[in-house]
């Protein structure tokens, strides 16, 4: 419950700072486990997309960000989960594999960090061993902002990728590349739409 007032509460706040325009919500399925998969140009990012779509998606976080308890309970209860970012975290791994699995939604930044306009960063192939060993599909969205206020934001969520194709297959990494690459093409399609006023 207070997920979603939480939610509220962030989407009155992002339409006042901001002009968000949406696209492609009708491309999210209503039901099963999903993942989606942006790029990640500010702290703003996951708060626009959990406010722009009607799916509970969970985070990772950080595990600096869950050292108090007050810290802690209030980062479970909007949904994000503490991951170690030093090295491959096993508790984060098995918790997101069985969430995609029951159905739950699981939001991902592939590059791994904020990478602003113009930058260039290679997206890691967190998000294609998830949906390699969950067999959930991943929703690519295209995000373009500077979030400066009264500025435009843009999300264009794409049709979802399916890798049934993959399925049974083992996470080698020439594998685990190719799905992520299928991804992030995706990704940079529909953010050249909105930089071409498609939307």
């Known amino acids: ?17 901001f002009k968000v325009v949406v696209k492609g919500v ?6 099963g486990g999903l993942i989606f998969c942006s790029n990640h140009i500010s702290n703003f990012d996951p708060v626009m997309v959990c ?6 998606i969970h985070y990772f ?15 479970h209860q909007l949904c994000a989960f503490p991951v170690d ?3 491959t975290d096993i ?3 098995k918790f997101s594999i069985n969430l995609l699995k029951n159905g739950g939604c699981l939001g991902i930044f592939a590059q791994g960090t904020r990478v602003k306009d113009g930058q260039v960063a ?5 998000v294609s061993l998830f949906a390699l060993k969950s067999g959930v599909e991943v929703v690519p969205i295209g995000i373009t902002a500077n979030y400066q206020k009264g500025s435009k934001v843009i999300l264009n969520i794409g049709k ?11 996470p080698k990494t020439e594998l685990l590349t190719k799905m992520t690459d299928e991804i992030m093409l995706e990704i940079d399609k529909l953010i050249q739409q909105n930089k071409e006023g498609d939307i």
């Open 1 to 17: 419950m207070f997920y979603y007032l939480a939610i509220i509460g962030l989407k009155i706040y992002t339409r006042f700072k």
């Open 160 to 170: 979802p990728i399916s890798f049934e194709k993959y399925k049974g297959q083992k």
């Open 85 to 87: 970012r030093e090295g």
């Open 51 to 56: 406010s722009s779509i009607n799916r509970k």
């Open 61 to 75: 976080a950080k595990k600096e960000l869950f050292n108090t308890k007050f810290k802690n309970f209030w980062m």
């Open 26 to 31: 009708e491309n999210v399925p209503k039901n």
């Open 91 to 93: 508790n984060a791994l």
């Open 122 to 126: 290679e997206a890691k192939n967190g």
